[in-house]
């Protein structure tokens, strides 16, 4: 009984370091799938996937791919990474795919999407989602991803939207409109606290997160041809109505003149966690931050609530998001892709970060989306809107930060930098 016993524990033994071993054949640093593997994918990722710079999440992807590529033993994928510098990594992958040697799928953030269809050089991925899975995706994001001729051109996996935090121990209750919030900021600046923060430096946040209060005026950044006319007309009116709501905060106190600095998310979460603000604007995903980072008793005081309006019926929040894509020509490695998108981004990749869904069942299919805080995101996701899907979108942001940072330090005024960045944005799409 005895010898058989051991006999049992060995052969236990045996297959678990089998087990071991072939886990690990399966997935080293840039490969996942067996080395002798007769298909290979040339997949270039961001930081959602094994290279995570927490072990944790990273050991979670590398399970889920791992479990993908046992579904597709004939396959091997060669792993690329991207650097944290976004903005040159997606343009240098554009211009790759339009020499022909892009990867065979890649991620490709929502907010440039459009600079790659419109480049024609994204596979076309209509035929592997069902019109099930196309129907369940918010609407901003299905017309996301489909081009003029709406063929689906990208699968666009992950969301996030913007929001208002506060220390409701020092804000009781949730500002509404612009007015309230001013209030909010400079009565907070009585208690100690610096008043309100908020992106003002020279990033894609300074742009994205104010745009939610010209939207919520029903400003528009270009014409139906993608020509920019936020500088005319009635688009001029209501743009420098919410510019100068930003420079008024600034002035009266109600936020600090170091928010011509802030290019970071991460300061906003420093500063609630050193007790220095009670209020910022930022994204949904920092509230699992705030949770990681706060002691318990402090991360109560602290809720969020939609983005304040002009009126209290007025109102607008940014998202956005990343999208898997693929530039071959291949229909196997475009199916494989394809694939790859659905087994192991959404849904799985969705519920491993805590990244909202893009389809509305998946808030039901996972316990983690059932949360309170989930539940109001998804939610506020109705008053989402995306970027526009337009090529000039890129350097309107550039302009846009860099006329926010001379109104909000005082070098120009709002007219003046108003015009210089319009006249600039017009320049460009003249070049296109």
Known sequence: MKSATVSALTLSTVLFSASAIFAQELATKDRIGLADAPKTLVVRLTNDS?????????????????DFIKKHPDWKLQMQFMSSDIGTEQAKMLEQA???NAPDCAAVDSFVLSQFMVNHVLADFTPYFSKEEVDDLFPFIRAGITDKDKTIRAWWWDTDLRVLYRNKSIVSDAPATWD????????????????VLFNGGR???TTFDWLANYWALGGKLVDDSGKPVFGEGENKEKFLKALNY????????AAPKRVSTIANYDDMNAAAAAGTTALFIGGNWQYAQLKATLDEDEFKNWTFSPIPGPSADQRSTGTGGWTIASFSKDKDKIEMCANLARDVYMGPGNALQQQLPTRKSLFDKYEVFSTEANKTFANALVDGQARPGVPIYPEISNQIQIMMGDVLSGTKKPEEALDAAFSAAIEAYKRL
Do not use: H, R
């Open 50 to 66: 094994p290279n995570n710079s927490d072990p944790a999440i990273a050991e979670g992807y590398q399970k889920i791919f791992v």
């Open 98 to 100: 339009k020499a022909g």
């Open 180 to 195: 309230d919030l001013k209030k909010a900021a400079i009565a907070s600046t009585k208690e100690g606290m610096e008043g």
């Open 203 to 205: 990033w894609e946040g």
């Open 246 to 253: 930003f420079k008024d905060l600034v002035d009266s106190g």
